[in-house]
């Protein structure tokens, strides 16, 4: 078990005790504020207790890792990622379809179901995108200090900090593959190239021709591919960002609250 997952088990051990003495609150005489009040948060209550299912799944998991290891098979080897840009637009796509099926389906109303596969899927995102920039990071010598997950007031799709190397990428690109892999290698060259200068925008343009994402090339003597229209880059794959509904906001900001799942670092 990662250190990181230790140190969010014993977070969840202390929120308990906190919980625990709430309990007790609770069944001493409250007064009507109190009572409308616990009526408006539970709702939200009900929402979160997904994660009390969560927590008696991990307590029986552990138990059994640790006491039964007889019942687990002997581990197989990883098998290497697969950073092939077909590769990596297929699985993006299969998780953007399992994440829109989600709310455009008639299960919607579902809370507790939706947000615990909301999550899986959001995480298994943040999952690939981590993977194909360390992936692509340590192939064209373009390594980050670390790179994450932006908050709700995040409005570019990618950012480079020049100051930390930290790369924060928007969660909407959930919903545009290309475009999040696009996304993953520009904030990449800006590793190298803090500025959006000729050498940034040349070195763009070589990572997309040698990862199959750019079909020609465009540069030419411009000082910026963004001197062309988006519809005149020869993309392979055409990209279609669209915003959140407010459901999907919602649940996101309690993903990210609850599992963590916004960071990973490339320089441990």
């Not at 977070?11 to 009040?37: D, G, R, Y």
């Not at 906001?249 to 993903?255: A, D, L, P, Q, V």
Request: glycine share 6%.
């Amino acid at each position: 078990m990662g250190e990181n997952t230790k140190k969010e088990i014993y977070e969840i051990i202390e929120q308990a005790k906190i919980l625990e003495a709430l309990m007790q609150e609770l069944e001493l005489p409250l007064t009507v504020k109190q009572k409308s009040s616990l009526a408006a948060e539970e709702f939200f209550i009900d929402s979160a207790l997904c994660q009390a299912g969560c927590i008696c799944d991990i307590i029986s998991r552990i138990d059994s890792a640790l006491h039964h290891p007889e019942q687990y098979p002997e581990p197989e080897p990883l098998p290497p990622y697969d950073g092939n840009a077909e590769s990596v637009y297929n699985r993006l796509c299969g998780i953007r379809d399992d994440w829109k099926s989600l709310y455009y389906s008639d299960t919607a109303d579902k809370r507790t179901s939706q947000f615990l596969l909301a999550s899986h899927h959001f995480t298994r995102w943040t999952s690939e995108m981590f993977k194909y920039t360390e992936h692509l990071g340590f192939k064209y010598g373009l390594i980050p200090a670390e790179v994450k997950i932006g908050g709700v007031r995040m409005i570019d799709l990618g950012a480079y900090n020049d100051k930390t190397g930290e790369i924060t990428f928007n969660r909407r690109l959930i919903r545009d593959p290309a475009q999040a892999m696009i996304t993953v290698i520009h904030e990449l060259c800006h590793v190298r190239h803090p500025n959006h200068n000729r050498e940034f925008w040349q070195l763009y343009e070589d990572v997309c021709i040698g990862e199959g994402i750019l079909l020609e090339r465009v540069l030419g003597e411009r000082k910026s591919l963004k001197e062309l229209k988006k519809g005149m880059i020869p993309y392979r794959w055409k990209t279609e960002v669209d915003y959140f509904t407010d459901n999907e906001k919602i649940t996101i900001e309690k993903i990210l609250k609850y599992t963590k799942p916004g960071s990973r670092s490339f320089m441990e």
